[in-house]
């Protein structure tokens, strides 16, 4: 059995990958991370501002849960959108501190994370504004359109996860990464362009570059290219097993 560690898009949640084990092949176990809450210092204004979730304070966190998640077993890390920068510095983190590195990192829907992310939400203060903008690009349903207060809590999260991206700032890579990266852009991605995409192959010794049909959600609108390109990269490096082991979903939650 191998994992296939996956973590998810900004504003989301885990359930974006069930899906996914309804078409798991045989020995590949899907995981799917919520990612823990991790408070920052209180912003310098006084204790009554929130504080603010920062990457810098996520990620060891985070790749403690991917540690006790794998142990010895071999595992594929896949993110899609801000899973994506997350997964990459997972990974990074592995390589620099000493972890259990992946057999191959997989990304899709974000650009090479030494380019700089747009905040998405920024100008959409108002709750209606920033629904219909994302239903336009496919992230909500249209009944959401005429109820936004229902989405409120998800709103909130996008914005904070948006912002916690555009604020990242990237630091130069010891060595290129050592694990096969294979990232996966949309054609019609409003917020990925595809040359941003293809900057990953400068951070790796083996990286492929993949443009699918579609927008930023490629999880969710994948017709079964993206799942079975991914499911591919699985199966191609896990051990043979002699018999027949069954597709597995779980979530992993922060105790």
Not at 21 to 45: F, H, K, Q
Not at 47 to 74: H, M, T
Not at 203 to 210: A, C, N, Q
Request: hydrophobic share 45%; proline share 9%; aromatic share 10%.
């Amino acid at each position: 059995m191998t994992k296939l560690v996956c973590l998810h898009h900004a504003g989301g949640s885990p359930s974006v990958f069930r899906p996914w084990e309804l078409y798991a092949p045989p020995g590949i176990e899907v995981v799917a991370i919520a990612l823990p809450e991790v408070p920052a210092a209180a912003a310098s204004t006084g204790p009554a501002v929130a504080p603010r979730r920062q990457i810098g304070a996520l990620v060891p966190v985070l790749a403690d849960l991917v540690r006790e998640e794998v142990g010895d077993e071999d595992f594929v890390l896949f993110g899609k959108s801000m899973g994506g920068l997350l997964a990459y510095l997972v990974t990074r983190y592995f390589g620099e501190c000493g972890g259990p590195l992946p057999k191959a990192l997989a990304v899709a829907s974000f650009g090479a994370p030494h380019r700089p992310w747009q905040n998405f939400t920024e100008g959409y203060e108002d709750d209606r504004r920033l629904v219909r903008y994302l239903h336009e690009i496919g992230s909500i349903p249209e009944w959401a359109v005429e109820h936004p207060e229902w989405v409120a809590p998800y709103l909130g999260r996008l914005r904070e996860d948006a912002r916690m991206c555009a604020e990242f700032r990237f630091e130069p890579q010891g060595a290129p990464l050592s694990v096969p990266v294979r990232v996966f852009g949309g054609d019609r991605d409003p917020l990925v362009p595809v040359e941003a995409v293809r900057r990953w192959s400068e951070l790796g010794d083996d990286v492929e570059v993949t443009i699918l049909p579609g927008g930023h959600f490629l999880v969710s609108e994948d017709i079964g290219l993206l799942r079975q390109s991914v499911f591919g990269l699985v199966s191609a490096i896990r051990p043979s097993a002699c018999g027949v082991e069954p597709a597995i979903w779980r979530t992993v939650e922060a105790s």
